[in-house]
């Protein structure tokens, strides 16, 4: 059982810092156990996960930086960043994608008799998202739920809308860095004791969106699918993210 501490808190052996960012060197076992105790313990646990293009725009981005190096626990979601710091001489266990995550959070959750809040998506979206966790999670407790498609000066009414449900966790599925910031800017008011970003996982869950077969996952080409699926949205920002992650990476490689 690992022991519970935050990532600020957690001995060096834990965690690794890949290209100026601390990820946990959990694996998904060790990931659902640390948040499983928190939750027990009511200690604050927000998560957020870490892959190529978000790196990348991080480096850029102060607020989306800070947003992450507060968070007290970071996976590696894409499959790069594991291959990445094993070049470098770090071990990253296993990839705990985000969205795996979520899904094994619900079983555990339900198992638990944790009750958790979703926020994210758009209306109809979060309606048939609702409706396949009701029958993949018959008994998941389910405190809450709201679209996330709000203006900034309304978060603080979300907040509230959020402690009043009681739930225990959050998950919200609004895209990178709209999330994060959300959670920098709100974590001291919010109430669940887990909160976690899942992006567009309420969208794949619903059905409105695919995710890549298990071979592209495991090759680390998760990005490729989403070309093919919007290519015209997608080309470009994949082009240059990880053209500047490679750089990043053989950067430091080479020192």
């Not at 690794?16 to 009511?42: A, C, W």
């Not at 770090?90 to 979703?118: C, H, T, W, Y």
């Not at 080409?221 to 993210?241: D, G, N, V």
């Amino acid at each position: 059982m690992i022991e519970v501490k935050s990532i600020k808190e957690s001995n060096k052996g834990s965690k690794i810092d890949f290209l100026g960012f601390p990820i946990h060197t959990y694996s998904m076992d060790e990931t659902v156990q640390y948040i499983l105790d928190n939750i027990r313990q009511k200690r604050i646990v927000n998560h957020v996960v870490l892959n190529a293009a978000k790196l990348v725009y991080a480096k850029k981005s102060p607020i989306l930086e800070k947003a992450i190096l507060n968070s007290d626990l970071i996976n590696a979601d894409g499959q790069s960043i594991v291959w990445g710091a094993r070049l470098l001489g770090m071990n990253i266990p296993e990839r705990v994608a985000g969205i795996d995550l979520f899904f094994r959070l619900m079983d555990e959750f339900q198992k638990a008799g944790i009750s958790v809040f979703f926020l994210g998506a758009n209306a109809n979206v979060l309606d048939e998202m609702l409706k396949k966790v009701k029958i993949r999670c018959p008994n998941l407790e389910i405190a809450g739920y709201r679209d996330g498609y709000f203006p900034q000066d309304k978060d603080k009414q979300v907040c509230q809308m959020i402690n009043d449900s009681n739930a225990q966790a959050l998950f919200i599925g609004i895209s990178s860095p709209k999330k994060e910031i959300f959670l920098l800017e709100n974590s001291a008011i919010l109430k669940p004791c887990f909160r976690m970003g899942v992006g567009g996982s309420f969208d794949i869950l619903a059905g409105h969106t695919k995710r890549a077969p298990k071979m592209m996952q495991n090759l680390g080409l998760e990005w490729l699918y989403r070309i093919y699926q919007e290519p015209r949205r997608m080309w470009k920002r994949y082009a240059i993210t990880n053209t500047l992650f490679l750089y990043y990476l053989l950067k430091e490689a080479m020192k």
